[in-house]
């Protein structure tokens, strides 16, 4: 069956770094472009990085734009997603969410599947 588990969130002081992963399989996640989404506590749930299918181009949200880089590996039965992020900030604490689409985009409607979240909180 289709799964996206995320693994990587915890407890980090601010200006530290954490490195999300998400493992998709059943389905050929390896022809869909793929993304990280994050929700914090009483907010609606927000882009914050998208990949092409090849992992050739990435596109970031400005508020993490030159602290985050998302990345991928496509294996043969399972595509690796990773989140590495760094400078942390109290704000970035979040419930991500890795999710897998037809197109890289910023639009969480655009993508199909979806994770269960990885909580990650950012200690001041």
């Known amino acids: 069956q289709v799964q996206l588990v995320e693994s990587g969130g915890g407890l980090v002081q601010a200006g530290g770094s954490l490195r999300l992963s998400c493992a998709a399989s059943?389905?050929?996640?390896?022809?869909?472009?793929m993304g990280w989404f994050r929700q914090a506590p009483g907010k609606e749930r927000e882009f914050v990085a998208a990949?092409?299918?090849?992992?050739?181009?990435?596109?970031?949200a400005d508020s993490v734009k030159g602290r985050f880089t998302i990345s991928r590996n496509n294996a043969k039965n399972t595509v690796y997603l990773y989140l590495q992020m760094n400078s942390l900030k109290p704000e970035d604490a979040a419930v991500y969410y890795c999710?897998?689409?037809?197109?890289?985009?910023?639009?969480?409607?655009?993508?199909?599947?979806w994770g269960q979240g990885t909580q990650v909180t950012v200690s001041s």
């Open positions: 999710a897998a689409g037809e197109r890289p985009l910023s639009s969480r409607q655009e993508y199909d599947y």
């Open positions: 059943g389905r050929t996640f390896s022809s869909y472009a």
């Open positions: 990949i092409t299918w090849s992992g050739g181009i990435a596109y970031y």
